[in-house]
Protein backbone atom coordinates (compact mmCIF):
# COMPACT_ATOMS: atom_id res chain seq x y z
CA UNK A 1 0.00 0.00 0.00
CA UNK A 2 1.28 3.34 -0.69
CA UNK A 3 0.18 6.75 0.14
CA UNK A 4 1.18 10.70 -0.28
CA UNK A 5 1.35 13.43 -3.03
CA UNK A 6 3.82 14.70 -5.43
CA UNK A 7 4.05 16.80 -8.20
CA UNK A 8 6.18 16.32 -11.16
CA UNK A 9 6.98 19.35 -13.45
CA UNK A 10 4.73 21.82 -11.08
CA UNK A 11 1.74 19.58 -12.16
CA UNK A 12 -1.22 19.72 -9.74
CA UNK A 13 -0.85 16.98 -6.54
CA UNK A 14 -0.97 13.22 -7.42
CA UNK A 15 -1.24 10.70 -5.72
CA UNK A 16 0.89 7.08 -6.10
CA UNK A 17 -1.82 6.32 -8.89
CA UNK A 18 -0.51 9.35 -10.80
CA UNK A 19 -2.57 11.35 -13.82
CA UNK A 20 -4.95 9.64 -16.49
CA UNK A 21 -2.59 9.22 -18.82
CA UNK A 22 0.02 7.73 -15.95
CA UNK A 23 2.39 10.15 -15.64
CA UNK A 24 3.29 10.37 -11.82
CA UNK A 25 2.43 6.84 -11.47
CA UNK A 26 4.26 4.54 -8.43
CA UNK A 27 6.05 2.30 -10.49
CA UNK A 28 9.10 -0.36 -9.33
CA UNK A 29 12.41 -2.50 -10.71
CA UNK A 30 14.11 -4.85 -8.81
CA UNK A 31 17.44 -4.01 -8.36
CA UNK A 32 19.56 -8.21 -8.67
CA UNK A 33 23.17 -8.81 -7.60
CA UNK A 34 24.78 -11.70 -9.93
CA UNK A 35 28.26 -13.33 -9.95
CA UNK A 36 29.43 -13.01 -13.56
CA UNK A 37 30.53 -16.92 -14.85
CA UNK A 38 33.07 -15.82 -16.62
CA UNK A 39 34.85 -13.37 -14.48
CA UNK A 40 33.83 -14.21 -11.31
CA UNK A 41 32.80 -10.71 -10.59
CA UNK A 42 29.88 -9.18 -9.15
CA UNK A 43 27.34 -7.65 -11.36
CA UNK A 44 23.77 -5.43 -10.59
CA UNK A 45 20.94 -5.74 -12.65
CA UNK A 46 18.23 -3.91 -12.77
CA UNK A 47 14.60 -5.48 -13.82
CA UNK A 48 11.99 -3.45 -16.18
CA UNK A 49 9.84 -0.90 -14.22
CA UNK A 50 6.34 -2.91 -13.35
CA UNK A 51 3.08 -0.66 -12.22
CA UNK A 52 2.09 -0.42 -8.64
CA UNK A 53 0.27 2.56 -7.77
CA UNK A 54 -1.60 2.72 -4.47
CA UNK A 55 -2.51 -0.63 -3.66
CA UNK A 56 -0.76 -3.97 -5.33
CA UNK A 57 0.60 -6.97 -4.86
CA UNK A 58 3.62 -8.36 -7.04
CA UNK A 59 5.76 -11.36 -6.79
CA UNK A 60 9.20 -10.85 -7.66
CA UNK A 61 10.92 -13.18 -10.22
CA UNK A 62 14.32 -12.89 -8.22
CA UNK A 63 15.30 -11.81 -5.16
CA UNK A 64 16.91 -8.51 -5.06
CA UNK A 65 15.99 -5.03 -3.38
CA UNK A 66 12.71 -3.14 -4.42
CA UNK A 67 13.57 0.19 -5.95
CA UNK A 68 10.17 3.17 -6.52
CA UNK A 69 9.69 6.60 -7.77
CA UNK A 70 7.19 7.70 -9.82
CA UNK A 71 6.41 7.08 -13.72
CA UNK A 72 8.40 9.89 -15.45
CA UNK A 73 11.67 10.44 -18.02
CA UNK A 74 14.50 9.70 -15.88
CA UNK A 75 15.95 13.27 -17.25
CA UNK A 76 12.80 15.25 -15.82
CA UNK A 77 12.53 13.72 -11.67
CA UNK A 78 14.69 16.81 -10.86
CA UNK A 79 11.40 19.34 -10.59
CA UNK A 80 9.52 16.46 -8.49
CA UNK A 81 8.40 16.99 -5.07
CA UNK A 82 6.42 15.67 -2.48
CA UNK A 83 6.51 12.72 0.64
CA UNK A 84 5.79 8.91 -0.37
CA UNK A 85 5.01 6.25 2.31
CA UNK A 86 5.04 2.81 1.26
CA UNK A 87 4.03 -0.16 3.41
CA UNK A 88 5.93 -4.05 2.01
CA UNK A 89 4.52 -7.02 3.35
CA UNK A 90 6.66 -10.64 2.45
CA UNK A 91 3.68 -13.32 1.51
Not at 29 to 41: D, F, H, M, R, S
Not at 67 to 75: G, H, N, P
Request: with cysteine; net charge neutral; hydrophobic share 35%.
Amino acid sequence: MATGEWTIGGTAKLDPNGSPDGQGRLIGAILVEKINATTNQVEFELSKPFDLGKRTSFQASEDGHLYVRCQESMTRLGDNAGKLKVAVKEK
